[in-house]
């Protein structure tokens, strides 16, 4: 497949080196964040429709809801995603659409932007309530030729919105998919993930991949921690969504309030 970089998509000011050494406390690990050559953004600073040379829609339930059961329907409507005042803005909204008891939004770089090995991060504010699944993602380029999970998946970052303080990374591949993915948790001190912004990335090469929550290290995954084959050594795309439901947070309940939305500041790749 030809890949279509987008580049800037403004002018970027200078970008100097930085370099931040951390540590994993869990098993002494330690790693050197590099955000060097930054080789693509989206600072969704001009308001309107997002920018369609970077991103695509995905559009309706899916096939069983996209695989996990979920309940909404994704449209491109403004009324469930917009980029305004320097966000992106994904909502979620309890209403009947198309057979949907619910609607809101997932956008994906397919075909737009694909990208094999770097650093992938966004600034991200999240919603709460219980069935909401935000999630900042990628999938293999070649997701239209082999099944999933051969073609790979690395969740960047995943929540779920009764539980306001955690988030999780994992990937997903042959033979450990599914439940039975290599995950870990993130869980922040004294702090909820949907009163703030923060920081969700990975540093990806190609014997690893290290998570980062405000440029903290909390897990490394490599070939060895995986029971299959590694399959995270070609380009993949990124995706932004905000599920309702499905199989891994339920369904809303009567405390779950409506319309709720997750604000995105920026996206960049680092080289």
């Known amino acids: ?11 970027i000011l200078f970008v ?10 869990s098993d002494d690990k330690q790693t050197v964040i590099t955000k060097t050559q930054l080789v693509m953004q989206d600072e969704f600073d001009t308001n309107g429709s997002l ?3 970077l991103w695509g829609y995905n559009i309706g339930t899916g096939t069983n809801g996209w695989g996990n059961n979920e309940l909404q329907y994704y449209t491109d409507r403004p009324e ?3 980029v305004e005042n320097g966000m992106l ?9 198309l057979g949907a008891s619910y609607t ?6 397919k075909g737009k932007y694909e990208k094999k090995y770097g650093r992938i991060e966004a600034r991200i504010k999240l919603p709460w309530g219980k069935g909401l699944w935000p999630a900042f993602w990628m999938i293999g380029a070649n997701s239209d030729t082999v099944i999933w999970p051969q073609c790979g998946e690395i969740d960047i970052m995943e929540y779920l919105g009764n539980q306001p303080t955690k988030v999780f990374g994992s990937v997903h591949g042959p033979g450990y998919s599914g439940g039975n993915s290599v995950s870990q948790t993130f869980t922040l001190q004294s702090d909820r993930f949907d009163t703030d912004f923060h920081i969700f990335g990975v540093e ?6 290290n998570y980062y929550v405000d440029d903290v290290l909390y897990n490394q995954i490599t070939p060895a921690d995986v029971t299959g084959e590694w399959v995270f050594n070609q380009p993949f795309y990124i995706i932004l969504n905000v599920a309702v439901g499905g199989n891994l947070p339920g369904s809303p309940n009567n405390d779950t309030v409506f319309p709720q939305t997750m604000l995105v500041d920026y996206i960049r790749v680092y080289e």
């Open 80 to 82: 469930n995603i917009i």
């Open 104 to 109: 809101s939004a997932r956008i994906l770089t």
């Open 16 to 25: 100097s080196t930085f370099f931040l050494l951390v540590s994993c406390s």
């Open 1 to 11: 497949m030809t890949i279509k970089i987008k580049l800037i998509k403004k002018s």
């Open 204 to 209: 990806w090469g190609e014997n690893y991949i």
């Open 89 to 97: 803005k994904i909502t979620a909204r309890e209403e009947l659409f």
């Open 51 to 53: 920018d369609q040379s």
